[in-house]
T-cell receptor, first 117, second 114 residues
């Protein structure tokens, strides 16, 4: 069964600390896509990154970096030098083919990150 | 500005009533989705639509109905048959239904049954 596990329910850090959010997934597909979304208090989900199953290169975007390891089925997200504005719920998601064609996102339960000033 | 607009932001419903949540997008996206979010849980797919006049059930479609008469609109009706409708509802759209396309989300509607 397709599944995404975010074992960390809540994380609290002090500003400028580095923090890593864990994501472990299960899938039978050989081709799949992984996503990270941020949900600030306003409620909407904001797209952060997409990674396909054939690209295991790590990616860095400013203070954000992602570590994709197929061997451990993990797609972890690190924020360097965290800031108060990073406080949000972060969701990891797996894309599967649903109903034969359509993209369906399977979400983890989310990690609430609180960055204290 | 392009984006997805959900209305209303907060909605209160009496037991036994049907209510309709609005979702409009001006991104010219073909695919649209409705998700439900409960505290401490991830998002779960209610319905999705790949194209106008076509929609399919997701994982938790019971007690919900949708229509897709226009490309830009995908309203969700929460019927009285939905036993536990209190939740946060998110509408999303993507350019196509392909698995590598990112989804854009609205700001959500919080529905409370009183």
């Amino acid at each position: 069964a397709q599944k995404v596990t975010q074992a960390q329910t809540e994380i609290s850090v002090v500003e400028k600390e580095d923090v890593t959010l864990d994501c472990v997934y299960e899938t039978r597909d050989t081709t799949y896509y992984l996503f990270w979304y941020k949900q600030p208090p306003s409620g909407e989900l904001v797209f952060l990154i997409r990674r396909n199953s054939f690209d295991e290169q790590n990616e860095i975007s400013g203070r954000y970096s992602w570590n994709f390891q197929k061997s451990t089925s993990s797609f972890n997200f690190t924020i360097t030098a965290s800031q108060v504005v990073d406080s949000a719920v972060y969701f990891c998601a797996l894309s599967e083919i649903y109903g034969g064609a359509t993209n369906k996102l399977i979400f983890g339960t989310g990690t609430l990150l609180a960055v204290q000033p | 500005d392009g984006g997805i607009t959900q209305s209303p932001k907060y909605l209160f419903r009496k037991e036994g009533q049907n209510v309709t949540l609005s979702c409009e997008q001006n991104l010219n996206h073909d695919a649209m989705y409705w998700y439900r979010q409960d505290p401490g849980q991830g998002l779960r797919l209610i319905y999705y639509s790949q194209i106008v006049n076509d929609f399919q059930k997701g994982d938790i479609a019971e007690g919900y109905s949708v229509s897709r008469e226009k490309k830009e609109s995908f309203p969700l009706t929460v019927t009285s048959a939905q036993k536990n409708p209190t939740a946060f509802y998110l509408c999303a759209s993507s350019l196509t239904g392909a698995p590598n396309t990112e989804a854009f989300f609205g700001q959500g509607t919080r529905l409370t049954v009183v």
